[in-house]
């Protein structure tokens, strides 16, 4: 559970991208439209490789990630779809232009193949557990590798894809703290990347 709401809170990419599904697809709001024809041509030569930039257990998670933003089951991801996606995630009033961005990003339909390739482009070099670590270190401008737990506790339930007060729990649960009770991050990011006995 814990691993999987680290995923979801994309954010913490590690050039300060956000790599959550839906923000891979919104990542570029310039991108232009070309035509369908040329959109593919560049999908093929920009996907050859893809499959090999990941491993195979890596690449049937981001198939059930689509799978999941692919509510129709139609093997393209649409408007719709996302507009649906959000819903499921409680938020029901997304601006048309941030969907319209979204799809843009792909340069022409969405298949699995272009959805792959748009996360190899966002993930080429980083390092996730780096990632998450500078992440946290931006809330530690000391450099003691920790953060306030209130501080910490009150970001998770008011920012990007908020926790509930029950996750928050979950997660402190299993959050190495230090003596003054502050988030020994670094062993965080550890239980993150790697996992934790307990959970198993």
Same mark, same amino acid.
């Given at each position: 559970?814990?691993?999987?709401?680290?995923?979801?809170?994309?954010?913490?990419?590690?050039?300060?991208?956000?790599?959550?599904?839906?923000?891979?697809?919104?990542?570029?709001?310039?991108?232009?439209?070309?035509?369908?024809?040329?959109?593919?041509?560049?999908?093929?030569?920009?996907?050859?490789?893809?499959?090999?930039?990941?491993?195979?257990?890596?690449?049937?998670?981001?198939?059930?990630?689509?799978?999941?933003?692919?509510?129709?089951?139609?093997?393209?991801?649409?408007?719709?779809?996302?507009?649906?996606?959000?819903?499921?995630?409680?938020?029901?009033?997304?601006?048309?232009?941030?969907?319209?961005?979204?799809?843009?990003? $792909? /340069? +022409?339909?969405? &298949?699995?193949?272009? =959805?792959?390739? !748009?996360?190899?482009?966002?993930?080429?070099?980083?390092? *996730?557990?780096?990632?998450?670590?500078?992440?946290?270190?931006?809330?530690?401008?000391? $450099? /003691? +590798?920790?953060? &306030?737990?209130?501080? =910490?506790?009150? !970001?998770?339930?008011?920012?990007?894809?908020?926790?509930? *007060?029950?996750?928050?729990?979950?997660?402190?649960?299993?959050?190495?703290?230090?003596?003054?009770?502050?988030?020994?991050?670094?062993?965080?990011?550890?239980?993150?990347?790697?996992?934790?006995?307990?959970?198993?």
């Amino acid at each position: 559970m814990l691993q999987e709401r680290a995923r979801e809170l994309g954010s913490l990419g590690g050039r300060g991208e956000d790599i959550s599904p839906p923000a891979v697809l919104q990542a570029s709001r310039k991108a232009g439209t070309r035509g369908k024809a040329a959109a593919t041509k560049q999908a093929q030569r920009g996907s050859s490789n893809v499959f090999s930039m990941f491993e195979q257990a890596q690449i049937q998670e981001f198939k059930e990630a689509f799978s999941c933003i692919d509510q129709n089951r139609d093997g393209i991801i649409c408007k719709s779809d996302l507009r649906e996606t959000y819903s499921q995630l409680g938020k029901v009033s997304i601006p048309e232009e941030e969907l319209d961005a979204m799809l843009q990003e $792909g /340069k +022409g339909p969405i &298949n699995f193949t272009v =959805f792959l390739t !748009l996360f190899g482009e966002k993930l080429n070099g980083t390092d *996730p557990e780096e990632a998450i670590l500078s992440a946290f270190r931006m809330f530690d401008p000391s $450099g /003691k +590798g920790v953060v &306030n737990k209130d501080e =910490f506790k009150q !970001l998770l339930l008011t920012q990007a894809d908020k926790f509930s *007060p029950a996750e928050v729990e979950q997660m402190f649960a299993l959050t190495p703290m230090d003596l003054a009770g502050d988030i020994d991050y670094k062993s965080l990011c550890y239980i993150i990347t790697h996992g934790d006995e307990k959970e198993e």
